[in-house]
């Protein structure tokens, strides 16, 4: 019998590379998880050329909602040039529009792929793959060791991504993570979860590291043995989390003795928060602050208010984006059924462009929205205010992740704003 070979692509949003690119963990482990005697290949566009033709029996697709788009465009392409090429599509985008995706794939797995991902290629090999297959979206991370070899040929950020747990905790009505995952289980509370993830942390090359997902959400007890065994590695690392973490001194300086250089916190109009942001300074611990318009309470006023809170407290970096409710999410059908979108399928538009925003909110209108963040980006990354954000104390201790995080940022800001979802035809 001739050996299978698949081949998993992670689209890039319009065809394009991206100096921010991070390691994907899911393909990661799809590739890990392929029982042994199958041709594997992987190819990632956010740092590479796809190939022009795929040889294989099998191609999936890792999709996104902003790039479900080009992925539609590449398997229909594929597909053209080799007709025996089945097609598979798997993440949050297919699980939350299965019948959309299904146009263009022979099949769509809703939920984890891991789970699922040796029945898939069971029946690949059988010939009686399904058009669906419905994986479990409560909890899932298997614990076997990754194999990583598969990217020593790609240039990403020197970034380790460490993943503690999956899911979105905060009830958030337009995150398309919450719609899909049921419950979240923090991760290091399951299993040999810790002492595998500190195994991979053991493994990686990379100084710095990126734990994803809130890490203030994890049980507590858990999460301090954690940091415990992870403070003789010597690494730095960035993470995820809600503000109230400052609120616990023993777990802010365990973070600190730790590694923990910086956090990622959403600032959602909470700016009477002075005194926790100094805790988390006091500390040593950068912050990369969070900002999201088109609430209804939001106005003009809202942009000015979250200027100006960013630069009096220097924060390491910001982002500022129109809110944008994905598809299958309470909001994305609230703004639906009011008319209030822009584009229904806006990420099939052929005007919508990165970082657009896709509704007129009740005080703003769509193009308000857009300006009015795109204003903001260009101010607070401009030289001058860059120089003024460098002065704080905590970004000059750990200047050179401050300067090269700004610098990525910068570019990007002024790339991604031109992206047409898609890339346009192939």
Not at 131 to 141: C, H, P, V
Not at 219 to 234: M, Q
Not at 249 to 254: A, F, I, T, V
Not at 313 to 327: C, E, G, I, T, Y
Request: glycine letters at 6%.
């Amino acid at each position: 019998m001739q050996q299978m070979k698949i081949t998993l692509i992670r689209p890039s949003i319009a065809g394009v590379q991206m100096a921010d690119a991070l390691r994907p963990l899911g393909l990661i482990k799809l590739f890990s998880l392929t029982p042994k005697g199958i041709d594997v290949e992987f190819y990632d566009e956010y740092v590479e050329i796809l190939p022009s033709v795929i040889d294989s029996d099998v191609v999936c697709f890792a999709v996104e909602t902003f790039s479900a788009k080009r992925a539609y465009l590449l398997s229909r392409k594929y597909k053209r040039y080799n007709l025996d090429l089945k097609s598979i599509m798997f993440g949050l985008h297919p699980s939350a529009c299965p019948d959309e995706a299904g146009v263009y794939a022979d099949c769509v797995i809703i939920g984890d792929a891991e789970p699922v991902w040796v029945k898939v290629v069971d029946d690949l090999q059988s010939n009686t793959l399904k058009a669906r297959y419905i994986s479990s979206s409560s909890y899932m991370l298997p614990s076997a060791r990754v194999d990583k070899s598969v990217l020593s040929s790609k240039e990403y950020l020197g970034i380790s991504v460490i993943q503690l747990r999956r899911g979105c905790s905060f009830d958030y009505s337009f995150c398309s993570m919450h719609s899909l995952y049921t419950s979240c289980a923090p991760e290091l509370e399951t299993g040999d979860i810790m002492s595998s993830t500190i195994n991979e942390i053991k493994d990686t090359n990379e100084k710095l590291l990126f734990i994803t997902g809130d890490i203030a959400l994890q049980n507590k007890a858990k999460l301090k043995e954690f940091l415990e065994k992870l403070k003789p590695l010597k690494k730095k690392w960035i993470c995820r989390a809600s503000l109230s973490i400052a609120e616990d001194d023993e777990m802010l300086k365990l973070m600190s003795k730790s590694g923990c250089i910086a956090m990622i916190i959403r600032f959602d109009g909470n700016y009477g928060c002075s005194g926790l942001i100094k805790k988390i300074y006091s500390r040593g611990i950068m912050i990369y602050a969070n900002f999201m318009f088109g609430y209804p309470a939001d106005t003009l006023d809202s942009f000015i208010d979250a200027y100006e809170f960013a630069m009096k407290h220097k924060f390491l970096a910001a982002s500022f984006d129109p809110l944008v409710a994905m598809p299958g999410t309470d909001m994305y059908d609230k703004l639906k059924s009011e008319g209030r979108l822009i584009h229904d399928e806006w990420w099939l538009s052929e005007t919508y462009r990165f970082w657009d925003a896709i509704h007129c909110s009740e005080n703003l209108t769509a193009s308000q929205l857009t300006e009015s963040c795109g204003m903001l980006r260009r101010s607070f990354y401009s030289s001058k205010n860059m120089a003024k954000r460098m002065t704080n104390p905590v970004n000059v201790l750990h200047l050179p992740v401050f300067l090269q995080l700004n610098d990525i940022l910068a570019f990007e800001m002024q790339e991604k704003r031109l992206f047409e979802l898609g890339g346009g035809i192939l």
